[in-house]
């Protein structure tokens, strides 16, 4: 069935650094969703990508879709002890479902 | 506006004994739900998934069962708990029909079972 990679799985960083968690796919998607869960919490919508090549940005976080609808990635620039959490992507099984296949997640944590 | 219901928030269980999680959504009409699985430090799994009153899609041959007596109630259970079934379960809904519609989560179960 239909898997969607994540990239990596855990990332340490001093705050203040960048940060770029990836997604990738062995097909092409419809579309893509971004996830948040902070610790001990569930996860909460970020964005939707459907576009080929789209690029999205949320004040310090930036989300591509690749031209291929294959892959994306989610950057977050100088991060802060509020971006601790693990960040999922999050693709349809099949088309005009709302079945969402997920991710393993990248696990950020952010050093004072 | 809309809101999402999971109880209870931790639950620790015998092996063999029995499982029943509620979920219910307030303030939207048919609803698809769903219920995830996330296993320590891993990613979510798909469970069930239904789109109306009796209709459930399940995902992954396992020990568990869901059920949608009612529009907005999602129920999951199992007759005899496994260890394995240990995890954090999240119920979640999205709008009916709509193509990758963003997913709404409850606060989750944390379930242990020992």
């Known amino acids: 069935g239909q898997q969607v990679m994540q990239i990596p799985q855990y990332q340490h960083v001093q705050e203040g650094e960048d940060f770029t968690t990836y997604c990738n796919s062995s097909?092409?998607?419809?579309?893509i969703q971004w996830y948040k869960q902070r610790p001990g919490g569930h996860p909460v919508f970020l964005i939707q990508?459907?576009?080929?090549?789209e690029v999205k940005k949320q004040k310090r976080l930036t989300f591509q879709f690749g031209e291929a609808k294959k892959n994306s990635s989610l950057h977050i620039t100088a991060t802060q002890t509020t971006d601790v959490g693990t960040y999922f992507c999050?693709?349809?099984?099949?088309?005009?479902?709302?079945?969402?296949?997920f991710g393993q997640g990248t696990t950020l944590q952010v050093k004072p | 506006s809309q809101t999402i219901h999971q109880w209870p928030a931790t639950l620790v269980q015998p092996v063999g004994s029995p499982l029943s999680l509620e979920c219910t959504v307030e303030?939207?009409?048919?609803?698809?739900l769903y219920w995830y699985r996330q296993a320590a430090g891993r990613g979510l799994q798909l469970l069930f998934y239904?789109?109306?009153?009796?209709?459930i899609s399940s995902e992954v041959p396992q020990n568990l069962s869901a059920s949608r007596p009612q529009d907005r109630q999602f129920i999951l259970s199992s007759k005899k708990l496994l260890l394995s079934d240990s995890g954090f379960y999240l119920c979640?809904?999205?709008?009916?029909?709509?193509?990758?519609?963003?997913?709404?989560f409850g606060s989750g179960t944390q379930l242990s079972v020992l």
């Open positions: 979640a809904w999205s709008r009916l029909g709509a193509m990758g519609e963003k997913l709404f």
């Open positions: 097909t092409t998607l419809s579309n």
């Open positions: 990508l459907v576009k080929s090549g």
């Open positions: 999050a693709a349809p099984k099949t088309r005009n479902t709302g079945k969402l296949i």
């Open positions: 303030g939207t009409s048919n609803p698809n």
């Open positions: 239904s789109v109306g009153i009796g209709q």
